[in-house]
């Protein structure tokens, strides 16, 4: 049985969730998010608290249970608090430069390379050397900032790249262990 499809998940003040046949749809101060959950779950609302329950247990009714909870809880925290992910780029002459929507991004490549920034998210700058993205959908700041941070990974011999702010990077000492 799913343990972490049996949460039950209060919704904060100011928080509204309905249920329409296979979708679970969530509104809140910073936006609205709608999600279409498997045949095999059930999904109640109670009192501002959400429930999974397996329409007919089976293994995959199980991990979608989990699944769903999961998905449903990053849907409330979104809607009502946010997420936000940092990167920060390490190395002589790395940066970013954010103009409206799009990010210019300097990583020791010839040029510069110019990602534009998906709707629904916004990015802020810091420093010329770091940036934060903030957004609702967890899965959509996650992945953006995972294609930023493709652009140049941090290498292990000098830890130069980009980097999600608070990554350890492992280093190692070349050429000298010989």
Same mark, same amino acid.
């Given at each position: 049985?799913?343990?972490? #499809? *049996?949460?039950?998940? /209060?919704?904060?003040?100011?928080?509204?969730?309905? &249920? $329409?046949? +296979?979708?679970?749809?969530? %509104?809140?101060?910073? #936006? *609205?998010?709608?999600? /279409?959950?498997?045949?095999?779950?059930?999904?109640? &609302? $109670?009192? +501002?608290?959400?429930?999974? %329950?397996?329409?007919?247990?089976?293994?995959?009714?199980?991990?979608?249970?989990?699944?769903?909870?999961?998905?449903?809880? +990053?849907?409330?925290?979104?809607?009502?608090?946010?997420?936000?992910?940092?990167?920060?780029?390490?190395?002589?002459?790395?940066?970013?430069?954010?103009?409206?929507?799009?990010?210019?991004?300097?990583?020791?490549?010839?040029?510069?390379?110019?990602?534009?920034?998906?709707?629904?998210?916004?990015?802020?700058?810091?420093?010329?050397?770091?940036?934060?993205?903030?957004?609702?959908?967890?899965?959509?700041?996650?992945?953006?900032?995972?294609?930023?941070?493709?652009?140049?990974?941090?290498?292990?011999?000098?830890?130069?790249?980009?980097?999600?702010?608070?990554?350890?990077?492992?280093?190692?000492?070349?050429?000298?262990?010989?």
């Amino acid at each position: 049985m799913s343990r972490i #499809g *049996e949460r039950r998940l /209060t919704l904060p003040n100011g928080v509204t969730a309905m &249920i $329409e046949k +296979n979708e679970f749809k969530v %509104k809140g101060p910073k #936006g *609205e998010l709608s999600y /279409t959950f498997s045949d095999l779950i059930d999904v109640q &609302i $109670e009192e +501002n608290v959400v429930l999974t %329950k397996q329409k007919k247990p089976s293994k995959r009714a199980n991990v979608m249970q989990g699944t769903t909870n999961s998905l449903i809880n +990053n849907m409330i925290i979104g809607v009502s608090d946010g997420f936000s992910k940092g990167l920060e780029a390490v190395g002589v002459g790395y940066r970013f430069s954010v103009a409206g929507n799009k990010i210019t991004v300097s990583a020791g490549y010839s040029h510069p390379i110019i990602v534009e920034v998906p709707t629904g998210l916004s990015v802020t700058s810091e420093s010329n050397t770091e940036i934060t993205i903030h957004g609702i959908d967890k899965q959509k700041v996650s992945e953006f900032a995972a294609n930023i941070r493709k652009i140049r990974e941090p290498e292990p011999y000098k830890g130069k790249g980009i980097r999600y702010k608070g990554e350890y990077v492992r280093r190692k000492e070349g050429k000298k262990a010989a």
